[in-house]
DNA sequence: GCAAAAGTGTTAGAAGTACACCCATGA
DNA sequence: TCATGGGTGTACTTCTAACACTTTTGC
């Protein structure tokens, strides 16, 4: 570690993406904790900061550091600092020599992030050993820490978030996509079904869905228009501003 | 200071209460700050965390200290985490001073916390010297650390999750209110007009709010029926929204 | 031609919006 | 009796919800 950390605070990600069925989850494999259980060891991608960093640059770089990716919407969504976050013992341990602290750690305060990915983006070269795969949030392991509470939290706060501004759903889907999908992932988000026939309805009406003339190919049934997402001029998609 | 503190943690709190006319904000004298300048030192109440308390019970014991109220609903909102929160030296002396450390704090990460009350609530007898007034958003003074930058995200939070839950906004107000008294908290709230004669008719769908029999007194002019609010069985009273 | 998924209209009810006048009270 | 703020009806528009059949394509 060439920086200073601070050994008390740290960030976590959850980066959310979309399998045309399910909600995925990045997992990272806790490398270096020693492998007394091959089967487990997993955690949400995070690092405690760096002292000369921000919260929310210290998300970045571990995204970054992860995935290669960069100028993604990481939301801030909560901190978790429960007494008890560290109350597994191989826990603690595992933090202490990834960080090569010589001093025993016995609390630390998360700040969790999460942003919305295309599942299929490229993941570059991948650095500090980490193995990340996505994995339906329903087939979850039981992660480090109180991760899978973030994770649980995280998926409601981003079904809040896109209840006031659906435009962040489109950072799921690629850049061209057909009007299922789109469905299907309002569905799977916000926990709800929808009409087939109102839900074209309803994307008629939305500036930011644009109709292309392009359509599905080589598929063995009637091909789907392909639509595409263009954020609008002022960002406020969301209901009721107006500063007070 | 009898516990030990975690030195990079801290807990603030936004607390909201309602003048009749503008969102109010709870601040406190930096007591204890030398003094240097009489007319400044305010902050939001807050405290660092104690090593055997949760966030939300560090901010639950804040708002205790400083009001005597309990079990009031406290919401995290955002951490806070800037490198240049403690830019000002003096707000880095006083936060040494006040809680006895013996080694320089160069960062501190908050966790803010918002809440609304009423206003006319009776504060009890204030612990540790807390020096605290009601002060109108608009006319907030320069306050410590990034403490104005606080409050406005804070109203801002509150905006937005009042917009999802109305009933929120009910804390704003005494047990007894008139529709008028509603309409204000809603139209200051969330920064909007409301048609009266519609608003009579949209509380009279809202089943947690009760007509009262009992009106007014000693007004000159027509008086004005209470209400009362109930709150609903199942917390639901979110929309169930599908405004794509 | 058939399996498989895409796409399309209409209607009834609910909810929201706009608008202007009468009512009760104390001074 | 008047000034003050409380309270109401109605018409119109928009949104939502429910519903079943035809179209296109590859095999």
Redesign the pocket.
Known sequence: MDLAVNPYVSVDCVLLGFDGEQLNVLIVRQSGAGGEDSTGNYKLPGSLIYMNENLDEAAQRVLKQLTGLVQVNMMQFKAFGGIDRLQNPSDSVWLERFHHLDHHIERIVTIAYTSLLRIDRKMEKLEGGYEAQWTPIGDLPKLAFDHNDIVHEAVESVRQKSTLDPTLLFDLLPRKF????LRVVMETVQGIAL????F???I??MPYVIPLEE???????????YYQFRRPRNKKCVKNNQNI
């Open positions: 057909t009007a299922a999908q009409d087939v026939k109102n074209h309805k309803k008629a009406t359509k599905e190919d080589g598929v063995n049934h009637r091909a789907a228009r």
